[in-house]
């Protein structure tokens, strides 16, 4: 082959490689490294892609650090972000807990800007709608970004043991948490099994509790925060759904075994077994490549709840702990249903 020819194929092959949306570098980068570094979200119609645990999240909005009956915690991560009903949800249970009792919410990690599997701790909050909920009271000043960083959340539990402090735990806990199941919105509620017994025995003798007592689910860890889940949101089809709840409180026997030795007995090691592979763009929905190179908005105002990103009455400092009314800015992507059917769960 002559010289020049080759030199063309050369260029044209060069060229084909360029024009791929992503690198062979950048498909064996590990995801979490990709969807970390990103600072903003991607400009696009809200949608997720995925699983909970493997997806990805467009048109991500971003919650206030403060309003006026919430905070955000942790602001280092950037994780305050979610698809634009989680972000209306949150800031609705913040307003509703409020005039239930509950002094305001600490929001802990939501999402990062475009979703995606993160740098540390969680392998859901993925999609933008997942949410943590702090079960410590927010106090009635606004808290300075060090205290954001470095303060500790207030466990429920007594000790080492796996049942709920008497001394910690109150009503209002109780209700916070019963609200926040109490959205159609919500599929499941995350908690440790202390939190789901105290429940169902302050709750569970009647019947009328059982549909948000349902969603209530144990997990490890949760016994100082709550773990927000809601279903897929309209309008992303390319969402994967978790599986029915099933029916029924769920206060007997599937509650029960998390008092045995089972759920707490240490795995063995195999020694044989190779660490985990890493997930890489390839291993998530082809839409997420397009997600993750899409372009950012030229400010966070313009993707802020109760700024440019939607209505909302996003406050830059905390009103007093006292029952604040539904704001006329009721947000645009979660209609406000009206009051709980039926009598209230507590």
Same mark, same amino acid.
């Given at each position: 082959?002559?010289?020049?020819?080759? *030199?063309?194929? /050369?260029?044209?092959? @060069? &060229?084909?490689? #360029?024009?791929?949306?992503? =690198?062979?570098?950048? $498909?064996? !980068?590990?995801?979490?490294?990709?969807?970390?570094?990103?600072?903003?979200?991607?400009?696009?119609?809200?949608?997720?892609?995925?699983?909970?645990?493997?997806?990805?999240?467009?048109?991500?909005?971003?919650?206030?650090?403060?309003?006026?009956?919430?905070?955000?915690?942790?602001?280092?991560?950037?994780?305050?972000?979610?698809?634009?009903?989680?972000?209306?949800?949150?800031?609705?249970?913040?307003?509703?807990?409020?005039?239930?009792?509950?002094?305001?919410?600490?929001?802990?990690?939501?999402?990062?800007?475009?979703?995606?599997?993160?740098? *540390?701790?969680? /392998?859901?909050?993925? @999609? &933008?709608?997942? #949410?943590?909920?702090?079960? =410590?009271?927010?106090? $009635?000043? !606004?808290?300075?970004?060090?205290?954001?960083?470095?303060?500790?959340?207030?466990?429920?539990?007594?000790?080492?043991?796996?049942?709920?402090?008497?001394?910690?735990?109150?009503?209002?806990?109780?209700?916070?948490?019963?609200?926040?199941?109490?959205?159609?919105?919500?599929?499941?509620?995350?908690?440790?099994?202390?939190?789901?017994?105290?429940?169902?025995?302050?709750?569970?003798?009647?019947s009328a509790n059982?549909?948000?007592?349902?969603?209530?689910?144990?997990?490890?860890?949760?016994?100082?925060?709550f773990h927000i889940?809601?279903?897929?949101?309209?309008?992303?089809?390319?969402?994967?759904?978790?599986?029915?709840?099933?029916?029924?409180?769920?206060?007997?026997?599937?509650?029960?075994?998390?008092?045995?030795?089972?759920?707490?007995?240490?795995?063995?090691?195999?020694?044989?077994?190779?660490?985990?592979?890493?997930?890489?763009?390839?291993?998530?929905?082809?839409?997420?490549?397009?997600?993750?190179?899409?372009?950012?908005?030229?400010?966070?105002?313009?993707?802020?709840?109760?700024?440019?990103?939607?209505?909302?009455?996003?406050?830059?400092?905390?009103?007093?702990?006292?029952?604040?009314?539904a704001s006329a800015?009721?947000?645009?992507?979660?209609?406000?249903?009206?009051?709980?059917?039926?009598?209230?769960?507590?």
């Open positions: 082959m002559k010289p020049g020819i080759r *030199s063309k194929l /050369a260029a044209i092959v @060069l &060229g084909l490689i #360029a024009a791929l949306p992503w =690198t062979w570098a950048v $498909a064996q !980068t590990p995801a979490k490294q990709l969807f970390g570094g990103k600072d903003l979200p991607v400009v696009a119609k809200p949608q997720v892609f995925g699983s909970y645990a493997r997806g990805c999240l467009a048109g991500g909005m971003a919650l206030p650090v403060n309003g006026p009956t919430w905070q955000a915690m942790r602001l280092e991560r950037n994780r305050r972000w979610g698809h634009p009903d989680m972000i209306a949800l949150v800031e609705r249970l913040s307003r509703e807990a409020v005039a239930d009792g509950w002094p305001g919410l600490l929001v802990g990690d939501i999402s990062q800007p475009r979703g995606g599997p993160m740098l *540390s701790g969680h /392998a859901s909050h993925q @999609l &933008g709608i997942d #949410a943590d909920i702090w079960l =410590t009271p927010m106090p $009635a000043r !606004t808290l300075t970004q060090a205290e954001r960083r470095d303060m500790s959340a207030i466990s429920m539990l007594k000790g080492d043991t796996l049942y709920v402090d008497p001394n910690r735990w109150t009503a209002a806990h109780g209700r916070l948490i019963a609200r926040a199941a109490s959205y159609p919105q919500v599929q499941r509620i995350f908690v440790h099994p202390g939190i789901k017994k105290k429940l169902c025995e302050t709750y569970g003798a009647n059982d549909g948000w007592l349902n969603k209530v689910r144990p997990i490890y860890g949760h016994h100082y925060h889940r809601m279903r897929c949101p309209a309008g992303s089809p390319g969402c994967k759904p978790q599986e029915s709840t099933g029916r029924g409180n769920q206060c007997g026997d599937e509650l029960a075994w998390w008092f045995t030795d089972e759920p707490w007995r240490p795995k063995k090691k195999d020694p044989n077994a190779k660490p985990p592979r890493q997930v890489t763009l390839a291993d998530l929905p082809k839409a997420c490549a397009v997600v993750l190179d899409g372009p950012a908005p030229a400010s966070i105002d313009e993707v802020t709840y109760g700024l440019g990103g939607a209505p909302g009455a996003a406050a830059p400092s905390i009103a007093a702990a006292a029952p604040v009314a800015g009721q947000s645009a992507f979660l209609p406000e249903t009206g009051p709980l059917p039926g009598e209230r769960p507590w």
